[in-house]
């Protein structure tokens, strides 16, 4: 399978690019909003669109997908929080190893079970060290991991399991606070994150304003993913685009 979507992330990254990921969960979407959505993606040059949830109850993961990979013109991109979340309609799929917390099954076991699926999908499939990073609340991606998330204040924890995660080989590092956390990952576990490792850096969880992502994105970020905020107000997808293309220094 050729390596487009992570060959564009890490050029973008070596380039000192600032790119912005939009995380749907389809469980907090539907078809009517799905349009509007689209546009606004388009509009703003959305980098990535990434699609997946810690726990989904619905039914709408395959169509979201299917319509999402029609309508949009940035990649679409899993970002599973099961192996019930695969659709090879997708560009790519994060194959997270939650390298932060000692739960087995997603540390490997999951893998295991899902590989042959995951071949035969045709998925351009991108190795990610998942790291959860404490967030002043308990999140559904750290209470269904069954694992503890890396304090907030030890930034040596962070930046060991992550130069771990890059020495065994995983093409990403993505730091989370998770989705609706109480804060988003301090910028000085992203930049000591940033210093030790050479692979991409993706930073999410918590992030509600403009400032939070542009101290993400100075601290070494090289993907942003909002997805909560976005869901409250599709719009503020135009103030965080214009504060990626002012890091950029594409337009003013
Ligand atoms: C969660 O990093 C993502 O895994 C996005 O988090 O929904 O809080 O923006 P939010």
Redesign the pocket.
Known sequence: MPDLIYSAIKTAAQRQIRQLAV?I?PDKMDAERLPDLAELLNINKVDYV?V?G?LMTGSFFNDCTQWLKEHVEAPVVL?PGSSLQVNPAADALLLLSLISGRNPELLIGSHVVAAPMLKSSGLEIISTGYMLIESGKL?S?VYMSNTTPIPSDKPDIALCTAMAGEMLGMKLI?L??????GR?VPASTIRSVKKNISVPL???????CTASAAAAWQAGADVV???????KDPLFLDELCRERDLANKVRV
């Open positions: 995380l969960d990434f997946g810690s970002f999140t991606v993505y989370d606070a998770g989705s609706g956390a988003p993706i930073v999410g969880g918590g992030i509600r993913v909002v997805g909560n905020a976005l869901e």
